[in-house]
T-cell receptor, first 113, second 112 residues
């Protein structure tokens, strides 16, 4: 199993550009989520999904869109990048929200100029 | 408003001694708590968890203690090893909300 994979590892954008951060898992996990990590802020939940076709907002959803058309994939879209979105983004998945550990991907480091 | 707080940004411990990492929370509705470890340039990895119906959970060298009245949990690592040097995050959730709130992390350095 590859676990949770994220692409790209690094990305530089200009303000106003759009892009999609990819996340995939091969563990048949129902629950997937996106976090951002900023210095001194810990990890903050952006969006999450409890299964294909079901998504909801986390703590900091503004400026980000998600969709979940398959169990395996959970892309995060930035429609118009802003410097405030410069961060490290982590995708995570778990079989069940309640008691199972979340498996995290290696992260995507995004810089918006 | 930080609902989960890790007030010590860093901690240094000698190899073989006990490491104690602390976490405080403000939301009394939290009923599930987890600890994650993170190495540089990697994603966090799960260490140990505890439900609010328990006050202690052990897994090898790692023990988590929960004091619900004080809204406090701690992670004990005994004995500490140089490979334990990492950033440790605590996280909490409320049953049914599907949302985890993370603390800001504590950087542990275990000195050989």
């Amino acid at each position: 199993n590859a676990g949770v994979t994220q692409t790209p590892k690094f990305q530089v954008l200009k303000t106003g550009q759009s892009m999609t951060l990819q996340c995939a898992q091969d563990m048949n996990h129902e629950y997937m989520s996106w976090y951002r990590q900023d210095p001194g802020m810990g990890l903050r939940l952006i969006h999450y999904s409890v299964g294909a076709g079901i998504t909801d907002q986390g703590e900091v959803p503004n400026g980000y869109n998600v969709s979940r058309s398959t169990t395996e994939d959970f892309p995060l879209r930035l429609l118009s990048a802003a410097p405030s979105q410069t961060s490290v983004y982590f995708c995570a998945s778990s079989y069940d929200r309640e008691t199972d550990e979340q498996f995290f991907g290696p992260g995507t480091r995004l810089t918006v100029l | 408003d930080q609902q989960v707080k890790q007030n010590s940004p860093s901690l240094s411990v000698q190899e073989g001694r006990i490491s104690i990492l602390n976490c405080d929370y403000t939301n009394s509705m939290f009923d599930y708590f987890l600890w994650y470890k993170k190495y540089p340039a990697e994603g966090p990895t799960f260490l140990i968890s505890i439900s609010s119906i328990k006050d202690k959970n052990e897994d090898g060298r790692f023990t988590v203690f929960l004091n619900k009245s004080a809204k406090h949990l701690s992670l004990h690592i005994v004995p500490s090893q140089p490979g334990d040097s990492a950033v440790y995050f605590c996280a909490a959730s409320v049953g049914g909300t599907y949302k985890y709130i993370f603390g800001t992390g504590t950087r542990l350095k275990v000195l050989a």
